[in-house]
């Protein structure tokens, strides 16, 4: 696959021209109506959130990639990948080299018993779509999740690529850049990452039915989501100015007796500020013009009892 030169390569590309020629690309695209959508990367963090740092972490866990992801990193900062596009089992992206160069990875869905483990693993310990996609999950939840070879993120077996450069690795510089961008897309779209296993996010939210009462025994992990904020421990930033996708309303109705509840006495039996929120978010109070006092739903009573109960019995 020669190119006119001795050494069958195209000339190194400063980096300066090579981000030049990205932006020049972008534009050129952009232009044309073609829909483009660049990775951009702020200083020398790739990612920041939990669902970024995790794809990064994962990539750098296998001896597989060591070798290549280093000018990876380099090219995804440099804002070479002009245009990066996540489907289900999908990616593909466009990379400023010497030239433009097509990427494709494929990435395989994860096997129905597979994800049927996690879920039933984190049921109980997810509150809400909202909570999830921050990252503001618990130490057990994020074990799970993130779990070498048996969690949410693919392995190198599970990956497969392909780049037009002329580079016969199996990962080139251009494929690790992608692979990296994508770590930075989920900053923006956590979603995007269970898109790309081909499985339903909501099934983890949907597994929330039995939360223990605050100071309760948990599951393998430690504690719920109303106890701990990882997002202080972890370093993780989020955005709350950034609306995050939440998920359609449970037509849960009012209580045929429209009945109200205070914050002071969701307090008392065990509910976090923090969980009132997340239930206010997703539909299970609602608000009325007395701040402080919420309308309860059948589902808010439901998960009151339960609250209720456990306290009573010691739980």
């Known amino acids: 696959m020669a190119w006119g030169y001795g050494d069958g390569w195209r000339p190194y590309v400063p980096v300066a021209r090579r981000r030049a020629n990205a932006a020049r690309e972008v534009a050129r695209r952009a232009k044309k109506g073609q829909k483009v959508s660049p990775v951009k990367i702020e200083g020398r963090t790739i990612a920041t959130t939990f669902w970024g740092k995790a794809w990064c972490e994962n990539l750098e866990a296998y001896s597989d990639y060591e070798s290549r992801l280093p000018r990876g990193r380099t090219y995804v900062r440099n804002g070479s990948v002009v ?94 850049a992608a692979l990296y961008g994508i770590g930075a897309r989920l900053d923006e779209k956590p979603e995007l990452l269970f898109l790309l296993r081909k499985v339903d996010h909501m099934d983890l939210v949907a597994q929330a039915t039995e939360v223990p009462a605050i100071g309760s025994a948990t599951p393998a992990g430690g504690k719920t989501l109303a106890t701990v904020d990882l997002s202080g421990i972890f370093g993780i930033e989020f955005d709350s100015a950034t609306p995050l996708p939440v998920a359609p309303k449970p037509k849960r109705g009012r209580s045929k007796k429209a009945t109200t509840i205070t914050a002071k006495e969701l307090v008392a039996v065990g509910i976090s500020r923090s969980l009132i929120q997340s239930w206010l978010a997703t539909g299970v109070l609602e608000r009325t013009p007395t701040r402080g006092v919420y309308g309860t739903t059948p589902e808010a009573e439901r998960r009151i009892a339960a609250r209720r109960t456990s306290a009573h019995r010691g739980e």
Not at 122 to 133: F, K, N, P, Q
Not at 141 to 147: N, Y
């Open 83 to 176: 245009d990066l596009q996540v489907a289900p089992g999908k990616v593909t992206a466009l990379v400023m080299g010497s030239e433009l160069y097509e990427i494709e990875i494929a990435i395989e869905p994860m096997k129905p018993a597979a994800w049927k483990g996690i879920a039933a693993e984190c049921a109980g310990r997810i509150d809400s779509l909202v909570e999830l996609l921050a990252g503001k999950i618990s130490s057990g939840v994020m074990e799970v999740m993130t779990r070498k070879g048996k969690g949410l993120f693919p392995t190198p077996r599970e990956i497969s690529m392909d780049c037009s450069c002329p580079d016969w690795a199996d990962m080139c510089k251009h494929l690790a």
